[in-house]
């Protein structure tokens, strides 16, 4: 098990370039199955996400191939196999996905429950009940998902409640079903619109319509593409929250206004320093004074559920009472014990809310008595040193930031989550002035 040691007490200054967006490289690895021509693909993020949805799909016999210089080529002439194994799909949440594209290859699928951070339920219900809409009949066994469908068809259907990867399921089955598809309150997400750009330079049909209606034409076949992926911008709020809690100054190549607008928004009520640099560039810096804020996470345009974890550590550095209230996932605070142990003051509670079952973008359901959606964190608190141990990505981006702004020395386990989303995040916060190593227990 490797482990983070870091130094805290120090800056983040200089410049850094975003990677590629994490959940757009992993969708675009399956856009291999639904062609036979090549896919080549510029600026991959190089974390274990990817390599990992790529064995994936190598396992079914698409060719996929990671280079070093961040580029990537699919082909999937050679794919072979319509079964997932439980030890590979059970990591990742991509693993439904695959069902369309198999279905319409092999006409049946049999892949395992999904995967990923477990950040709640991930109600896989919606997925499978979009792709019963298309035609797919499916049923579930000790694990594992069983499809079968002669012919996918277009159809209406709208997802009870926003969802990313519901979304997407659809569109990856959909574009090449006969007929046409509408998805009804799809999701907005930024790496939504990348896959759609790309499965449209590969001749597919898809277009928005009224914000959260999808139309999708189904076509026969689709081509190959020359595609580059969206700068990532969960990356770009990690270390624009680094560098205001450290009182730094960074230079973030890669951070699209448009895709931050309401993380820059807060940033403005709560007084922390950014100006926009140039095109998709933007500089952040740290202020002595931070005022405290209450937000609420949403889909997309709204507060992003990734940034709420940064977010509350950049709340106990300014001074009074702040809130976080968590709508998207019901389990999403597994960093608030290990900010504690820092010396953080944050609270649980559980929020007053006149209709949850609708207000909530999960299933809902009464809670136990010792779980709740809410925290509010008093600050402005100094942070010590702490062994830490982390339990999701972006539970782990923000113990990172905290040992960075602590006092004292901090051990970090369990990195392997990080590395699922942060390439090289070691070396990366090295060359920004923090005095950090990677260990192997």
């Not at 006409?107 to 896989?124: D, E, F, S, T, Y």
């Not at 012919?151 to 709208?158: E, M, N, Q, V």
């Not at 519901?166 to 089955?173: K, M, N, S």
């Not at 209606?213 to 709020?237: C, H, Q, T, W, Y």
Request: one cysteine or more; a positive charge; proline letters at 4%.
């Amino acid at each position: 098990m490797d482990r983070l040691i870091i130094e805290g007490g120090h800056k983040l200054e200089g410049n850094i370039s975003i990677t590629g967006a994490k959940n757009v490289a992993m969708k675009v690895i399956l856009t291999g199955l639904l062609t036979k021509k090549e896919i080549v693909v510029e600026n991959v993020p190089l974390i274990t996400s990817v390599y990992g949805t790529a064995d994936l799909v190598n396992h079914l016999g698409v060719n996929v191939k990671i280079f070093d210089n961040h580029t990537m080529r699919i082909k999937g002439n050679g794919l072979n196999g319509f079964t997932i194994p439980l030890d590979m799909g059970g990591l990742y949440r991509t693993a439904t996905m695959v069902i369309g594209p198999l279905l319409q290859r092999f006409g049946k699928a049999i892949v395992p429950n999904p995967g990923g951070c477990r950040l709640g339920k991930r109600p896989v219900d919606w997925h499978i009940s979009g792709l019963k809409a298309l035609g797919a009949h499916i049923s579930y066994k000790d694990g594992f998902f069983y499809a079968t469908a002669k012919k996918l068809k277009g159809a209406r259907f709208k997802f009870a409640k926003n969802t990313h990867t519901g979304t997407e399921t659809l569109i990856l089955a959909a574009v090449k079903a006969e007929g046409e598809t509408v998805i009804e309150n799809a999701s907005l997400e930024p790496e939504v619109d990348d896959l759609i750009r790309l499965i449209n330079q590969m001749g597919g049909k898809i277009k928005r319509k009224d914000n959260r209606v999808i139309v999708i034409s189904g076509v026969k076949k689709l081509n190959g593409a020359d595609f580059n992926i969206m700068p990532d911008r969960n990356e770009a709020v990690t270390f624009a929250v680094g560098a205001i809690c450290s009182g730094g100054r960074l230079l973030i190549k890669g951070a699209r206004e448009k895709d931050l607008s309401s993380f820059l928004g807060y940033l403005k009520i709560i007084g922390a320093g950014y100006r926009i640099a140039g095109e998709d560039t933007i500089e952040f810096s740290g202020r002595k004074k931070l005022k405290p804020s209450n937000i609420t996470t949403g889909p997309y345009p709204g507060f992003m559920t990734d940034w709420q974890a940064p977010w509350a550590l950049m709340m106990t550095q300014a001074a009074g009472m702040s809130s976080v209230h968590e709508s998207v996932f019901e389990d999403r605070f597994s960093y608030v014990e290990q900010l504690s142990k820092m010396g953080a003051n944050i609270v649980p509670f559980k929020p007053l809310v006149k209709k949850p079952a609708k207000f909530y973008n999960f299933n809902w359901s009464k809670k136990p008595k010792d779980r709740y959606q809410a925290i509010s964190i008093h600050g402005k608190t100094p942070l010590h040193e702490a062994v830490l141990e982390v339990a999701d990505l972006r539970a782990g981006a923000t113990l990172v930031l905290a040992a960075v702004i602590a006092g004292g020395k901090s051990i970090i386990y369990g990195i392997d989550h990080i590395d699922r989303g942060y390439e090289n995040i070691a070396s990366r916060l090295g060359r920004l002035g923090v005095p950090i190593k990677r260990l192997k227990d």
